[in-house]
């Protein structure tokens, strides 16, 4: 079954202790992204990644770092975790040519930082 | 920068009615523009793409349009059903291709009263 998979699902961490989001896909996807849904502000794109060791910016990085060793894989590295992190987390993965655009998407890790 | 606006917030309408749901975006500069749904506790699933040089896409009960020039997008649900109740995202994409910037709107929780 093609599929994305996060880990954990659900984590209640402390203020500064480092924590790591996986995310893996077995579509064998070129693209893959990260972003944080928050109430009234909805999804917003961290970090995204073209393709193995190939990483950019989104539109909220700040805090945040993600590494692409394997295409299969995208953790997202949360160094010092801060309480306004507190949020729903999603991966994202994707193949796209000029004609398809289908993104799949994990189903969520949910972040409390106290 | 993009903003992707999603209004009304939240809509409740009885089963079997035909609704409408709306997507405005500032900047008509865009690769495609895509719908998703989704579930309570769950990720997201793509339902429509529309290129920017297509009109519409329609696909069982959903059919969605595109107006680049007026920066619009509609959703239109035919015959609702309970099944429908979820919250609807709309995302844009820039234009360049290969960029992987996704840009959402705060989405439309839709409700479907038996």
């Known amino acids: 079954e093609a599929q994305v998979t996060q880990n954990p699902r659900y984590l209640i961490t402390v203020t500064g202790k480092k924590l790591t989001v996986t995310c893996s896909q077995n579509?064998?996807?070129?693209?893959m992204s990260w972003y944080r849904q928050d109430p009234g502000l909805g999804l917003r794109q961290i970090y995204y990644?073209?393709?193995?060791?190939?990483?950019d910016k989104g539109d909220v990085p700040e805090g945040y770092k993600v590494s692409r060793k394997e295409k299969r894989n995208f953790p997202l590295i949360l160094e010092s975790p801060s309480p306004n992190q507190t949020s729903l987390y999603f991966c994202?993965?994707?193949?796209?040519?000029?004609?398809?655009?289908?993104?799949?998407f994990g189903p969520g890790t949910r972040l409390t930082v106290l | 920068k993009q903003e992707v606006t999603q209004i009304p917030a939240a809509l409740s309408v009885p089963e079997g009615e035909n609704l409408v749901l709306n997507c405005s975006f500032t900047?008509?500069?865009?690769?495609?523009l895509q719908w998703f749904r989704q579930d309570p506790g769950k990720g997201l699933t793509s339902l429509l793409l529309?290129?920017?040089?297509?009109r519409e896409q329609t696909s069982g009960r959903l059919n969605a349009s595109l107006d680049k020039s007026s920066g619009r997008s509609t959703l239109y649900i035919a015959a609702s059903q309970p099944g429908d109740s979820a919250t609807y995202l709309c995302?844009?994409?820039?234009?360049?291709?290969?960029?992987?910037?996704?840009?959402f709107g705060t989405g439309t929780r839709l409700t479907i009263i038996p």
């Open positions: 994202a993965s994707s193949t796209r040519d000029r004609f398809t655009d289908t993104q799949y």
């Open positions: 579509m064998n996807h070129e693209y």
């Open positions: 990644s073209m393709n193995v060791e190939v990483t």
């Open positions: 900047d008509s500069a865009i690769y495609n």
């Open positions: 529309i290129q920017s040089s297509q």
């Open positions: 995302a844009v994409r820039p234009p360049n291709f290969g960029n992987e910037k996704l840009t």
